[in-house]
């Protein structure tokens, strides 16, 4: 099993930055891809950022530019540096991970994410 916990959401203002972690525990063979997603009220919960095992990425195109996804694998966490936040960014935001490694063009995909954590929600004002 994979226990992913998220910290790092708050209020913030327009313009300013927030860095997301993700601590996540169980068999690193379970976290061969891990991602963000987010969810708006009344909006589908959608994919912002992933990465693979070989470091590969992929964003959202709404936030190319802006967030940057990491992981430490010796802290077992992942990252989502967020700047330049906009009020559109305003989410829940949530980590996920699966142990079927992931082509880029499958990272964002919800579908195919089988451990999720509870969320941290990021409420961004202008």
């Known amino acids: 099993q994979v226990r992913l916990v998220e910290s790092g959401g708050g209020s913030v203002q327009a313009g300013d930055s927030l860095r997301l972690s993700c601590a996540a525990s169980?068999?690193?063979?379970?976290?061969?891809?891990m991602a963000w997603f987010r969810q708006a009220p009344g909006k589908e919960r959608e994919g912002v950022a992933g990465i693979g095992m070989d470091e590969s990425t992929a964003y959202a195109d709404s936030v190319k530019g802006r967030f940057t996804i990491s992981k430490d694998n010796a802290k077992n966490t992942l990252y989502l540096q967020m700047n330049s936040l906009k009020p559109e960014d305003s989410a829940i935001y949530y980590c996920?991970?699966?142990?079927?490694?992931?082509?880029?063009?499958?990272?964002?995909?919800?579908?195919?994410?089988?451990?999720w954590g509870q969320g941290t929600q990021v409420t961004v004002s202008s």
């Open positions: 169980g068999a690193t063979y379970r976290r061969r891809v």
């Open positions: 996920a991970a699966d142990d079927r490694p992931a082509p880029r063009s499958q990272q964002l995909f919800r579908s195919w994410y089988n451990f």
